[in-house]
Every structure is written in C-alpha cells, then in structure tokens.
C-alpha cells in the first residue's frame, strides 16, 4: 500500500521509545485516553487508506486530518447530542463521536465517503462529508467558512424554539460545536459569524455555541502570520479565549472540557483556539516541497498529535512501545481490509440515482396546494396587504414560524409590508437583525435545521448577492448532500425588480436572478397578483414546512402599492384575498386570444395586461400567461397555451443575458414547440438612478411592437 514518511516516522519514534522504570508515575489525567487514542489511528490510517484507494483509481478524495487529531478530544469534551458542524479535517472528532454511540461503524462510514459509495450513510455517494444523523453532526462541503453562520441559527434555536414552545432538534442544555481552520478565520463569513454570535449575546440572547479553530498555520499554500489566531480572537470582549496544544491530548482534553463546559453553563459564545500541524500536505495532490523547506516540513513530524499521544501512554505505562505500535498496525489492517471491500461497492450510476434528493424534493413541493384558514372577504387588497395579511395568517397558523430581517419589526418594513406583523405576533418570532445578509441567511439556515420555520428578508434583490453562497453552498445543497436526512426549511422573501419610481439607482433597483435561477432544488414563487402573492406565501411555507424546501418568494417592488391597471383610478389590479390554492409550478392565464401568447411574470404580468387591451382593440387577440413559478417552471402550461395560438412572446423583465427569457425559450424549444417564438427583456446593464433607468428596462412600447411584428407573420 502507499505510505507517507510520517508513516516510517511515526513506527521508528515509537520503537526508539524505552518502557519507563517501574516507579511510581503521574497519573494520567486523562480516563478514556486509549479510546481517544484509537480514534486518532483511525483518522491516521483512513488518510493513508485515502491515498492508497487514490493510488488503485478507487477513492476520489485525499483531504485528510493529519496533524489534527487532538480534536478527538473535543467531541470527548461534548455530549453526543450536541450539534456539530465540522471542519473537513475532523476525523478524529467524528470517530470519537461515533464511538459515543452504539451501533455506528465510523471508519466504513468514512471510507464508503471516499470511494463515493451508495452505501455511505448521510450523502448516499454524493460527496465525502463528516455528516450523521444519529450522531447530530450536521454535513458541511468544503465552502471556505459557509457554516459558520448557519451554527449561529443552530445555537440561537437551541433557546428560541424553547421560548415558542416548539419541539426542537437539540436539548435545552446543547452546545453547538463549529470547526475551522486559521486560513477560514480570516474568511468575511467567519468574521461576520463571530460578530453575529457577540452581538446576540450582547443583548442578552444565549448563544451557546464554540468555535473551534484549528490552526496549522497554513491555508494550502499561503501561511497564517503566527500568533496571528490569537491575536484576532484572544482578546474579543464577549468571547471567551481558550487555547491548546493541539498536538497534546491531554492538554486538549483539558481545555475543550473547560470551554464546553463553560458554554453549557453560561450560554454564551467561546473560542477554542487549537495549535495544530498539518502532516501529509493538504491533499493527496499537494506538492508541499514546493512551497515550504525539506526542513520545515520534517521538523512538523515531531509534533504529531498521532506520536505524541503515544508517547504519553508509554511515559505513564498505559502502553509499552511494542503495545502502541502493535494497536498502530492492527488499525492498518482493520482500515485496510475495510478499504479493499468499500473499494469494490456500488456508486451512482444515472443521473435520476445522482438527482434523487433534488428531485424528490421538488416533486413533493409540486404536491403541496394550500390557502390560508382565515376568513374570506374584506376590501380588495394591494399587492403588499395580501402578502402582509398572509403573514399575519402564517405567524397564527405554524407556531414554528418566524420573520425577520432589516427593519421588518418595529418599522414594519421599508415598503410597510411587515408593519403590525410584531405588535401581533411577539418580538420572540417578528425581530429586526443586524445588517448582514449572511447572518440572516445563516440565521434561517441555523433554525430550520433546528425545528423551526424561518422566513427571512432581504431587504433588496441586490443585497442577495453579498451572501448568495450561503443559499447555493448551504441551503440548497443540505438535503442533497444529506439524502433528505437534514432540511432546512425556509422562505427567503426578496424585495426585487425595477420599474421604482422616485426611489431607485442600482441597489434598489435589481432585476438580475441569474444567481438564483440555476441552483438545483430550490422553488422559486415571484407573483405579481395580489391574490396571487398570498396564496402562492401560504403555499410556500406549507412546502418548506412539510418538504423542507428552501423557497425563495420574490416580490416585485413596483406593484408593491399599485391599485391600477388601465388607466388612473380604476383599480383593477386590486384583488380579493384569495378563494383558491396555488400549487407549485402552475401558471395562470388571462384571456383566450387565439393569435398571440404572452408569456411573463411580475412586472411583466401588468405590462402585458395593458399591451394586450391595446392589441385587442388593433385587432389582435393575445392571451398573457403569468409564470408565478420561475422554479421550477410551469412547463406544462406554457406548452399548452403557446400551442394554443402558434405564436409566443416572451416577455422578460430581466436581463437578456442569464435572464428567465433564456430558461423558458429553452423549454419551448426542449418540448418540440413549432411555432413562431420571440423574445424581449432588458437590456445588460445595471439600473441607473431617474428617468434613465427607463433607457434600458423593458417598455411596453417594445412589447407592444414584438407583438405585433409577430402576430404579422405566419404561424
């Protein structure tokens, strides 16, 4: 098999060890020291286990945990039943973990990782993650940092669904654990999570949550300044600092005991500072000669954590040195003869076996078909007294649900559509957060996983972009990476599109999706109806409730507060609150023209409603389809009523580039539609501020002469 020089190191350090004199010796203050010891070989040999399947073209992932398997002492300073979110170099951690608790196989569990078997129990062959259900260690990818703000919301939930008298996921007295390494320290996710968790506990929130960084000094290639960690973290008012050796286990296990310990009791925010090495590079494919001397690199080989250990056991004669090497070697053969059989194991084999927990997803959510239970009637609402009525509905029907965001509480919104949602449902589920989007984000990702239903703001469609990885690396990827055995249930409500008048410029003004359209698994509502808003907020909260879907709800700005539609007064873009379900994926059409169909969304939906009436009295017969799901999309309908005229307009309010226009020609085309297809949008350019934004939004004088350019051609 292959092996690595720390591998040579490690039995020739051991050999050279002399069984101490038969006096008395300091005890080892450390009682479960061999089954931490035993968790560490099996770190070490899985890594060279990894290398080994690499070198047979049978494992396909070579990041391992050398130099860091003192964090098997964390997870012995934890309770089973903590949340953990780790850093992909905690394997000592999660065979700890794993050896808490009866009837798991850790070191089948990780290797089936590598060889991306279908057996593999949380990802199913998806990835090589450190995930298991029964061990409530939450699977993390390998997003530099993107999990720290979700174990903000995880730690935040731990109280807060306690408050709401909801079941939760973890113990009233649970302590969420979050690993990292130096170089994620200094990453704007780790930096806004910490700040996050400080500002909580600032106000008297419990946030008990450690932070765990493991600090090798090295980020690949690029080195961390020493004492650097320290120096950013060790002096933060409101977090409390502890720090190891984490090559010591015994200093490890010391340190991680008394920061848990004081998370658990204080119920605040620590920082559990490990100085570690890292031994065999950063990957199997890391040519470490290349950036660091011969001689750096072997003088690292003394302080493996692996070593170390052993020397302890030998020092205090819990082990001879023929003992420690003889449990070295036996770990080799048990994770070899492991590796040999995992290595001949199915994989993934199709695209449907691959897309299996996406599709389920979304196949369930199309299922879902809800109306809020309140009573019907009352005067006809604007778009933003539907979705604000929907709230106040929402808040009384699911217990587990909660709102928040900038400004959503006391101010009720900047465009009002939260105003009351607080003073009737509590500041414990209706609450103003600090301005950042990834803790608001990480906050909703924290707490759906936790038990709870969030329904976050982002107060602008622009302001997505500052953390759209923590929906495209966290939120949408969880239940894939998980086979559905995590969710994290969310309705991400964005403020969004152009056409503002009065209040506008880039920032406020964003009609750019193209972040959010591609990312597997998510549903995306955009209505533009007022009965329309409020069934379709029902119905996402019911598929993010029951499914665990991650819903994003986009609500166009403009129509906000529209009451019109044909000309000043006559009201007709209000709406009663609604009489019927909208289920997931289904379109609505107005009209039955037969010689154009228009279809749309949004904007585009009351845009086109006036170009049709102008149409109709040219003599033109459009009927105009309201998409109201960009994902997935209303494939079904879209076929029929463009099959029903030969003649489609797509009309796209978003950017020509990337835009939904594309995702829908597509569709057509894919379908074997026939007829005659066209399509317009805005153009590729940001928003400017004023009249000018007009230059480049689309008009309804460029679908007004689409339409007719195309109605007078052949079908």
Known sequence: MTTDPIDAHFTASVSALTTPDSG???????????????????????DLAARWLRSQGKGFYTIGSSGHEGNAAVAAALRPTDPALLHYRSGGFYLARAAQVAGTDPLRDVLLGLVAATAEPISGGRHKVFGRHDLNIIPQTSTIASHLPRSV????????????GVPCCWPADAVTVCSFGDASANHSTTVGAVNAALHATYQGLPMPLLFVCEDNGLGISTPT?????????????????????????????????????????????????LRTVRLMGHAGSDYEQAYRPAADIVADYDRDPVLATARTLVAHGVLSPQQALQRYEDKRAEVMDLAREVGERPQLDSAGAVMQPLRETLDDARTVSVIGPGERGGPPLTLALAINRALHEILQVHPEAMVFGEDVARKGGVYGVTRGLQAAAGPARVFDTLLDEQTILGLALGSGVSGLVPIPEIQYLAYLHNAADQIRGEGATLQFFSNRQYRNPMVVRIAGYGYQKGFGGHFHNDNSIAAIRDIPGVVIASPSRPDDAAAMLHTCVT????????????????????????????EQWLADYPQQPVRVGAARTYGDGADLTILTFANGVRMSLRVAARLEQAGIAARVVDLRWLSPLPVEDMLRESD???????????????????GVLAELADHGFTGRVQRVSSADSFIPLGDAALEVLLSEDTIEAAAVKLVGQPA
Do not use: M
């Open 24 to 46: 008395p010796l300091r005890p080892l203050e450390l009682p479960n020291a061999l089954q931490l010891f035993d968790a560490q070989l099996g770190s070490r040999h899985l």
């Open 153 to 164: 919301g995880v730690a935040f939930s731990i109280a807060r669904t306690r408050k709401l």
């Open 225 to 273: 300044p020493r004492g650097w960690i320290a120096h950013a973290y060790g002096n933060r008012e409101g977090l409390k600092y502890f720090a190891a050796d984490g090559c010591d286990l015994v200093d490890v296990a010391e340190t991680a005991r008394a920061a848990a310990d004081w998370v658990r009791r204080e119920r605040k925010p620590a920082f559990l500072h």
């Open 543 to 570: 598929a993010a409730k029951t499914v665990g879907a991650v819903c994003i709800y986009l609500e166009p700005i403009a129509l906000y507060h529209t009451k019109d539609l044909y000309s000043d007064g006559d």
């Open 644 to 662: 029903a005229t030969g003649r489609v307009l797509i009309v796209d309010e978003t950017r020509r580039t990337g835009g939904v226009g594309e």
